[in-house]
């Protein structure tokens, strides 16, 4: 079980178009805070979508690449021919880092003509995985909680994750968007055990949402413990998307990986 990084953390501001070509720079700031692996977000990559330039630079800092966040609308019965694209695109690059896992995320756009769209979505995270999986690489889905999200209830959930195909993807439980849509994290983690294959961390205080890691009401403790007895031997990845991070997402991410060094780790002993 090792602690990686996600670079959303950065794209808190509305114009995150300013972290394109700055990937270099959260994977500098990963290393700073003592964590092991970074999960960027595809396509927001700049230069470092090149293979060679991100196996340099996750070399020079000693950081691994744990994860590919991989966000499309996938709002239609099969992939479009830009959302077949942009696959064949990461799973590509994801060949040159067999270790590393293929993290499908949707992007929100509303909960209208909701049973159909989630049957969509379960078609296409299911297409995306089975031809990543034959090019060799492990595939997880990520469900989130906006309020124009359709996967984020527990109805949304069961609809969801019983329908992936788990012979090619498992499930990366987020405690934050969990809670965040209504349920209990562990309680939920233990239903879908099985699946799990990656995990993101994130804290929550429902004022309005997310919290400092650390500050929230997420038993991010007794998670980790769960885990660790489990004999989880995947990735924990951060995604801090608290309020903080607007403005200082290098300060955030600082103060995670200090207190996943003062407060988690101890746990793993």
């Not at 297409?127 to 034959?134: G, I, L, P, T």
């Amino acid at each position: 079980m090792r602690f990686g990084n996600e670079c959303y953390t950065w794209f808190m501001k509305e114009s995150g178009a300013y972290w394109d070509n700055q990937l270099a720079h959260m994977i500098e700031v990963t290393a700073k805070a003592g964590m092991e692996g970074i999960e960027p977000i595809f396509p927001w990559m700049g230069d470092l979508a090149d293979a060679d330039k991100l196996e340099a630079c996750l070399d020079q800092h000693g950081i691994e690449l744990a994860a590919i966040a991989f966000v499309q609308d996938w709002n239609h019965p099969e992939e479009t021919a830009q959302e077949k694209e942009d696959a064949e695109r990461a799973i590509k690059l994801l060949k040159r880092f067999p270790e590393a896992v293929l993290c499908t995320v949707q992007m929100p756009t509303g909960r209208h003509d909701l049973e159909q769209r989630r049957q969509n979505l379960v078609n296409n995270v299911n297409a995306v995985s089975r031809r990543a999986a034959d090019a060799g690489i492990t595939c997880s889905f990520h469900p989130n909680s906006p309020e124009t999200s359709i996967n984020r209830t527990e109805d949304d959930y069961s609809f969801i994750i019983e329908r992936l195909d788990s012979t090619v993807t498992g499930w990366t439980p987020d405690v934050g968007h969990i809670i965040n849509g209504g349920m209990d994290p562990l309680t939920k983690m233990k239903d879908y055990s099985e699946l799990i294959n990656h995990v993101h961390y994130k804290d929550w205080d429902g004022n309005p949402e997310f919290a400092l890691m650390g500050e929230g009401k997420v038993d991010l403790e007794g998670v980790t413990q769960w885990l660790y007895e489990e004999d989880y031997d995947g990735w924990i990845i951060c995604e801090d998307e608290a309020p903080q991070a607007v403005d200082d997402p290098d300060g955030v991410t600082l103060h995670d990986g200090k207190w996943i060094e003062e407060t988690l780790m101890p746990l793993l002993d």
